[in-house]
């Protein structure tokens, strides 16, 4: 059997897939990746039979973003059309913001490694999660809230899709790169890098494991990609 044809969008190059192009790598997905912050264009949103959307710097409420408003009208587009889409971290912002929900600076920046409170604990796993983010949002009006913390949700569902505040793709090199690339941002709020690096490192396995049982979860259950499709 095929895997699906996968719209992979990437915000800036220091934000890769990771753990989550493995796992696409596993359902033989046919991944289309488009760095859509370097004006690159995607093929029409029908073609797809998912959308995954990664993570950023920027904030999905910068609406000087030339791009910003596109990718918002693209999720709107795919929602309409009953097509999934995996939204992490800001592109799980981004998801909350296209179906109606508003982003805004948290009152706390989140960085390192934390556990969730999950209302559904078979689809989103308690962590260890890598957050890496200032802002949140709210859970739009149709959509079903699946995990929190202090901070505010931390997942949630609509339809076929998935939006999550934590990263699953985050593994040690993701981190190992992060912790030069952004190494401004963990001094500017106190976090060493070195024992960032020394806390993903001791929890890795933990890590992946619950990584791939909410991915496996999210293509099964919410995505339903793994029933009825041809080859």
């Given at each position: 059997?095929?895997?699906?044809?996968?719209?992979?969008?990437?915000?800036?190059?220091?934000?890769p897939?990771?753990?989550?192009a493995?796992?696409?790598?596993?359902?033989?997905?046919?991944?289309?990746?488009?760095?859509?912050?370097?004006?690159?264009?995607?093929?029409?949103?029908?073609?797809?039979?998912?959308?995954?959307?990664l993570?950023?710097?920027?904030?999905?409420?910068?609406?000087?973003?030339?791009?910003?408003?596109?990718?918002?009208?693209?999720?709107r587009?795919?929602?309409?059309?009953?097509?999934?889409?995996?939204?992490?971290?800001?592109?799980?912002?981004l998801?909350?913001?296209?179906?109606?929900?508003?982003?805004?600076?948290a009152a706390?920046?989140?960085?390192?490694?934390?556990?969730?409170?999950?209302e559904?604990?078979?689809l989103?796993?308690?962590?260890?999660?890598?957050?890496?983010?200032?802002?949140?949002f709210?859970?739009?009006?149709?959509?079903?809230?699946?995990?929190h913390?202090?901070?505010?949700?931390?997942?949630?569902?609509?339809?076929?899709s998935?939006?999550?505040?934590?990263?699953?793709?985050?593994?040690?090199?993701?981190?190992?790169?992060?912790?030069?690339?952004y190494k401004?941002?963990?001094d500017?709020?106190g976090?060493?890098a070195?024992e960032l690096?020394?806390?993903?490192?001791?929890?890795?396995?933990?890590?992946?494991?619950?990584?791939?049982?909410?991915?496996?979860?999210?293509?099964?259950?919410?995505?339903q990609?793994?029933?009825?499709?041809?080859?």
């Amino acid at each position: 059997m095929s895997g699906p044809r996968v719209l992979l969008i990437e915000h800036e190059r220091a934000t890769p897939a990771g753990l989550v192009a493995e796992w696409l790598d596993v359902h033989d997905a046919d991944v289309h990746i488009v760095p859509i912050d370097e004006g690159a264009t995607p093929d029409p949103v029908g073609s797809y039979e998912l959308i995954v959307a990664l993570g950023s710097e920027f904030s999905a409420y910068d609406d000087h973003l030339p791009w910003l408003g596109k990718e918002l009208e693209l999720m709107r587009e795919a929602s309409r059309a009953d097509i999934p889409i995996l939204g992490i971290c800001f592109g799980g912002q981004l998801l909350a913001r296209a179906l109606g929900g508003e982003v805004f600076r948290a009152a706390e920046a989140e960085i390192g490694w934390f556990g969730v409170e999950s209302e559904r604990d078979d689809l989103i796993p308690a962590g260890p999660w890598f957050q890496w983010h200032f802002d949140t949002f709210s859970v739009p009006a149709p959509a079903t809230r699946l995990a929190h913390n202090h901070i505010g949700p931390q997942a949630f569902s609509h339809g076929r899709s998935l939006g999550v505040q934590f990263h699953p793709e985050v593994g040690v090199e993701i981190m190992e790169n992060w912790a030069v690339v952004y190494k401004h941002e963990l001094d500017e709020h106190g976090v060493s890098a070195d024992e960032l690096l020394e806390r993903t490192r001791a929890v890795a396995d933990d890590a992946t494991k619950v990584s791939w049982a909410l991915l496996e979860g999210f293509y099964e259950r919410i995505a339903q990609l793994g029933k009825g499709r041809t080859t």
